[in-house]
């Protein structure tokens, strides 16, 4: 028995609209053959245009085929509105910006759909909002594309790993094993969340720092309880550990005005004081994130509380004043 590809729907409707216009009137048989699908797909789509676009299409039993009834008839463009044409635009700049990475053939193939499945005609112009409009997305850091591919594979596999990994503190090499549960990107760079064996809880591998894997033989079962985004909740951008932390700061000059602009953290509250100063509170598990970001605006960034994130800023600051003296 003959089996038949899949084609997008605007692409059926496209041809069957031109077979239409063009030449005698073709029958589902002669249509399926032209865009390999099956006669019943073609009936289905010639049933859709008549009842739900409208399209005057009738059988013509003399000619023992389809035809328009109306001479010069086009089929309604699909109208996309400025909000979907940047999504798509956006689309095409973030396969740029993955060049070279583990899911550029992905979002090649992905584009590729959804260009067959655009109209000629659009309500606006792609070419002139291109020219409009430009994003600076930060794409990935350039893990080993064998190792993510592995590392994917093991996620959707629920395959357990030995790796061998690196530490960023202190560059110290360990093997362990774990069952990896997820693939998370954070700011453009990607993450494993995987449960650790030896210290018997979730933990957050970097790709990049792993210089070794092989798959034990072992399979898993990922907790049913176990969610990416909650485990992620508590970090500011990436880095969690330890408990919860209530961090206050308080932001005076330019940065009172261009902190509230912005979502910094799903927990963040945000104060404006009578004498012009932001205060911005949220609640954390990691503070070596935050104080690199609170050094970040200089002395125009106050913390409140905690005590030991005022201490780490201020050891930042000293730390950076004296490597300047050094120099």
């Known amino acids: 028995m003959r089996t038949y590809p899949t084609r997008p729907a605007m692409y059926r409707l496209s041809r069957i609209h031109e077979m239409l216009r063009c030449g005698p009137p073709p029958n589902a048989r002669s249509i399926a053959r032209q865009i390999e699908v099956s006669p019943r797909t073609v009936l289905r789509d010639i049933t859709y245009m008549r009842d739900m676009l409208?399209?005057?299409?009738?059988?013509?039993?003399?000619?023992?085929?389809?035809?328009?009834?109306?001479?010069?008839?086009?089929?309604?463009?699909?109208?996309?509105?400025?909000?979907?044409?940047?999504?798509?635009?956006?689309?095409?700049?973030?396969?740029?910006?993955?060049?070279?990475?583990?899911?550029?053939?992905?979002?090649?193939?992905?584009?590729?759909?959804?260009?067959?499945?655009?109209?000629?005609?659009?309500?606006?112009?792609?070419?002139?909002?291109?020219?409009?409009?430009?994003?600076?997305?930060?794409?990935?850091?350039?893990?080993?594309?064998?190792?993510?591919?592995?590392?994917?594979?093991?996620?959707?596999?629920?395959?357990?790993?030995?790796?061998?990994?690196?530490?960023?503190?202190?560059?110290?090499?360990?093997?362990?094993?774990?069952?990896?549960?997820?693939?998370?990107?954070?700011?453009?760079?990607?993450?494993?969340l995987a449960y650790c064996h030896a210290r018997r809880e979730v933990r957050m591998f970097v790709p990049d720092r792993i210089r070794s894997l092989a798959d034990t033989g072992e399979t898993f079962r990922r907790p049913a309880e176990f969610d990416p985004a909650g485990y992620m909740r508590g970090a500011f951008r990436v880095m969690r550990g330890g408990r919860q932390r209530r961090v206050r700061l308080r932001f005076t000059g330019l940065a009172a005005r261009l902190v509230p602009e912005r979502r910094w953290h799903a927990t963040q509250t945000i104060a404006r004081r009578k004498d012009g100063a932001v205060d911005l509170a949220m609640t954390v598990t990691g503070l070596d994130e935050v104080a690199a970001w609170v050094m970040s605006f200089g002395g125009e960034c106050e913390v409140v509380g905690p005590e030991e994130l005022r201490r780490r800023v201020v050891d930042g600051h000293r730390q950076g004043s004296h490597a300047n003296r050094c120099r």
């Open 54 to 192: 409208g399209t005057p299409v009738e059988y013509d039993p003399v000619e023992h085929g389809f035809r328009y009834t109306e001479e010069g008839y086009e089929l309604p463009a699909a109208k996309l509105t400025q909000g979907e044409l940047v999504g798509i635009l956006v689309a095409s700049k973030v396969l740029a910006q993955y060049a070279g990475t583990p899911f550029e053939a992905q979002l090649r193939r992905a584009f590729a759909k959804i260009e067959l499945l655009l109209p000629d005609d659009v309500s606006c112009s792609v070419s002139e909002l291109a020219s409009a409009t430009s994003f600076d997305i930060t794409a990935p850091r350039p893990a080993d594309l064998a190792v993510f591919e592995r590392l994917t594979a093991a996620v959707t596999g629920r395959r357990q790993l030995r790796i061998v990994y690196e530490s960023a503190s202190k560059g110290e090499r360990r093997e362990r094993t774990v069952d990896p549960y997820h693939l998370a990107c954070v700011d453009g760079a990607w993450y494993l």
